[in-house]
T-cell receptor, first 114, second 117 residues
């Protein structure tokens, strides 16, 4: 089975610019997550989708971050404008809707803000 | 709120030896899952082992086993016969079964394991 696809793999932008990341989860996985992993730390949840609806976005900095999951499949995460502290790896994960395990992670996008 | 603590930022072990990584957590829930994930330089999180809190028996997966102490809220990972390919970051993670945050993974800060030849 195909894994969770993410692009781009790397991105370098200047502060105050905008950037978007894309995630294609495993086919049939209803639940999709975006995590932020700052260097030297564990991943932190940004947003959880169930199909195309938001379940939890309590830790998403909504003044600059936005995310959507159109038609309950692909998802995009956007940062506008970016700050230096947004430098991190952004991981996408998906799992079947009925289980609290069975997560599959993508390889992430490494963002560097200069 | 749940928290996960890994107190060993880095560890090293000789090839073929055994190493134990520590993890403690804090929660008021009685039913939950605990996980150990491996993150190699490729960045993809790979599941190593999973433990259901309602099961008293410790989970095992080939060379990997856990020591789950529910009352002490401790969840350590033992790697036997360490191999060079085990070199990676290891993350302990918690997931509650019920409530608004069900299924969301809460991670520790990780332990960097180096296996030396």
């Amino acid at each position: 089975e195909a894994g969770v696809a993410q692009s781009p793999r790397y991105k370098i932008i200047e502060k105050r610019q905008s950037v978007a990341f894309w995630c294609n989860p495993i086919s049939g996985h209803a639940t999709l997550y975006w995590y932020q992993q700052i260097l030297g730390q564990g991943p932190k949840l940004l947003i959880q989708f169930q199909n195309n609806g938001v379940v939890d976005d309590s830790q998403l900095p909504k003044d600059r971050f936005s995310a959507e999951r159109l038609k309950g499949v692909d998802s995009t995460l956007k940062i506008q404008p970016a700050k230096l502290e947004d430098s991190a790896v952004y991981l996408c994960a998906s799992r079947p809707g009925g289980a609290n395990y069975g997560y599959t992670f993508g390889s992430g996008t490494r963002l560097t803000v200069v | 709120a749940q928290t996960v603590t890994q107190s060993q930022p880095e560890m090293s072990v000789q090839e073929a030896e055994t190493v134990t990584l520590s993890c403690t957590y804090d929660t008021s829930e009685s039913n939950y899952y605990l996980f150990w994930y491996k993150q190699p330089p490729s960045r993809q999180m790979i599941l190593v082992i999973r433990q259901e809190a309602y099961k008293q028996q410790n989970a095992t997966e080939n060379r990997f086993s856990v020591n789950f102490q529910k009352a002490a809220k401790s969840f350590s990972l033992k790697i036997s016969d360490s191999q060079l390919g085990d070199t990676a970051m290891y993350f302990c993670a918690f997931s509650q079964l019920y409530g608004g945050s069900q299924g969301n993974l809460i991670f520790g800060k990780g332990t960097k394991l180096s296996v030396k030849p």
